[in-house]
């Protein structure tokens, strides 16, 4: 068959010119005359098989240091070895950032066709074919082994103590549920996001071997619902996806109001509690109720203002007066709590 001549001195064989505006969907097979469309397909570069991690979600994972910082400051309990409470807490982080990456794989692979047409998620490794399957599912499978190990070892180095691991076991099964049920309805796939933040926050005090305050338990599952609801109803603003009804959209308007006002209430009912009181020596923790509610508020006008692009949670870690609310919550914390 004759060859023709392109351009720039590229020869191709006419059944193998690549085709003007080739347009293929995720499940499409490849046609593989196109050789230049199937130079870039599955190239499965150590690039793109860290983004399949999406290392930037991993900051999440931070909330395992609540009751480790509040620990430091509780009158009733000390952590007895500081260094080996940091090692502690940096296998506890290990786990839990395997086990988070774990379960972005696996949700990417659920996705992958749905993401191909979302605009927003179109770019990511595996929708845009630029992993594979054969690559992203035994890069999950690493990643959740590792997981486990680091939590195993954990308990194993505290001689015997398995508690991490089973809260790191009751994470990992937590993710199929979330990714092939719980999301399908909207409250039970946020509740299901914020019961995977409060497994990792009790994680972090099961890691240094201190006690969890279950009202600070609540306000971590409340906030993280809050935010999850915030996410959907942020979706809703993003060009090319299936819009809501107004009546769903009033629904989660509603709903979302609730979980703020939810919210806002535990922690002020958490700061005024005899236990935290007694605990700390001081019912000046009520003074930092104002910066919550500013933090709730920034967020909200995030989702409904400024519209946070359908990821005000990735907005949230780019957004400076968020960013200084939440210092500011920190440092006060920390004077009030250290002035006690």
């Known amino acids: 068959m004759p060859e023709q001549k392109k351009p720039g001195g590229r020869v191709y064989h006419r059944a193998a010119q690549p085709r003007k505006r080739a347009s293929r969907t995720f499940g499409e097979s490849a046609d593989w005359s196109d050789h230049e469309g199937c130079e870039a397909l599955y190239t499965n570069r150590p690039a793109n098989l860290l983004r399949c991690l999406r290392p930037g979600q991993w900051p999440k994972n931070l909330i395992l ?21 940091q090692e502690d807490l940096g296998l506890a982080l290990v786990a839990f950032v395997l086990l988070s990456a ?34 992203a599912i035994p890069l999950g499978a690493l990643c959740l082994a590792g997981g ?18 089973w809260l790191a076991l009751g994470y990992a099964l937590l993710q199929p549920a979330y990714t092939f049920a719980a999301r399908r ?61 107004a009546a769903e959209s ?3 308007d509603l709903e979302i109001g609730v979980a703020a006002a939810a919210t806002a209430a535990c922690y002020a009912l958490y700061t005024l509690a005899t236990e935290t009181i007694a605990n700390f020596g001081t019912d000046r923790l009520v003074w ?18 400024e519209r946070g ?17 939440l210092a500011l919550w920190v440092a006060a914390c920390a004077a009030i709590l250290a002035t006690a």
């Open 185 to 245: 309805v909207v409250e039970i796939g946020a509740a299901a996001v914020a019961l995977g933040f409060a497994l990792r926050a009790a994680a972090g005090a099961v890691a240094v071997g201190v006690r969890l305050s279950p009202w600070l338990l609540v306000c971590a599952f409340l906030l993280t619902f809050f935010v999850a609801l915030c996410k959907r109803r942020a979706a809703h603003f993003v060009k090319g996806l299936p819009q809501p009804t």
């Open 148 to 165: 486990l190990a680091a939590a195993w070892y954990h308990g194993w180095r505290a001689g015997g103590g398995h508690a991490l691991l």
């Open 309 to 325: 692009g359908g990821a005000p949670d990735a907005t949230l870690l780019r957004d400076w007066p968020t960013l200084g609310i």
């Open 288 to 305: 930092t109720v104002p910066l919550v509610l500013l933090g709730l508020f920034r967020f909200l006008r995030l989702t409904y203002g």
């Open 250 to 252: 009033r629904i989660l």
């Open 65 to 85: 240091l609540a009751a480790p910082f509040f620990a430091c400051f509780d009158k009733g309990q000390r952590i007895a070895d500081p260094v080996r409470a």
């Open 102 to 135: 774990y379960a972005y794989v696996l949700n990417d692979l659920a996705d992958a066709k749905a993401d191909a047409r979302n605009p927003l998620k179109r770019l990511r490794p595996i929708a845009a074919r630029q992993v594979s399957f054969g690559a």
